[in-house]
């Protein structure tokens, strides 16, 4: 208080020096954004993963490396086996062997990948319906409360998670372009179906890879097929 009354304000120290319409510093009249009453870091944590979440992906994983092992291994003892052409031999060992390593990326990626979850982030999270901001500062239990519908004509806020705390979009043609999984425990987006083989949310961002997991499956067993119509028939002489 003692420095104020020794040394004026700006606007005081602008009339006194007679440049009054000088304008001040524009870092002083910038208005500060208005914080969040509740930050990023002190929202409760997720909703924790269903069981399935876990135990699921280990049948996806044996029926990959089952179906793989016998495939490669089907098509690498009939062409051993075989008088074929060594060109033809070699083209159906790098295809098979190709099928496989492409099945098992896909389902990495489809396990591991975490696609069309949608994150906690400050573009998410905010703004807070109030209700829920209210019952988060008093402490209050969020369960068996509904999802929060956002306000019309706006795509971005289309419905909140309550359990997620997240916002999930709306779709161009209606509805809302987000589905919380019950076994993954998260929103995603452009959800399609949770397959139980992997355990995890199929959607718009990895149906490409899944649609390709798939399809190796019918490569793999055409190129075994291939080698095994490569393979000439031995002919057993009569008597």
């Known amino acids: 208080h003692l420095w104020h009354c020794v ?4 606007c005081a120290m602008a009339e006194l020096l007679g440049c009054a319409d000088i304008e001040l510093d524009d870092a002083d009249d910038a208005e500060e954004p208005p914080a969040h009453k509740i930050p990023l870091s002190d929202l409760p944590p997720l909703p924790r993963r269903g069981t399935g979440y876990w135990s699921e992906p280990w049948m996806g994983v044996c029926v990959v490396t089952f179906l793989s092992a016998l495939l490669v291994g089907a098509t690498e003892a009939i062409t051993s086996s075989g008088e074929e052409d060594s060109r033809l031999r070699d083209t159906l060992i790098v295809l098979i062997w190709s099928e496989a390593g492409v099945a098992v990326l896909c389902t990495g990626y489809l396990i591991f990948g ?3 979850v949608i994150r906690r982030s400050v573009n998410t999270c905010y703004p807070m319906p109030a209700e829920v901001e209210r019952r988060l500062l008093a402490m ?10 956002g306000p019309e004509g706006v795509q971005a806020l289309g419905s909140y998670c309550v359990r997620c705390l997240v916002w999930r979009k709306n779709r161009r043609g209606g509805g809302t372009d987000g589905h919380h999984c019950q076994t993954c425990s998260r929103c995603v987006r452009g959800f399609d179906h949770h397959c139980g ?4 949310c199929i959607v718009r961002a990895n149906m490409p890879c ?4 798939i399809g190796m499956l019918f490569c793999g067993v055409v190129t075994t097929m291939a080698a095994l119509s490569t393979t000439p028939q031995q002919v057993v002489p009569e008597g």
């Open 7 to 10: 040394w004026p304000q700006p």
């Open 114 to 116: 975490g696609a069309g």
């Open 140 to 149: 209050e239990d969020l369960t068996g409360m509904k999802n929060i519908q």
């Open 197 to 200: 083989v992997f355990g995890r």
């Open 210 to 213: 899944f649609i390709a997991l």
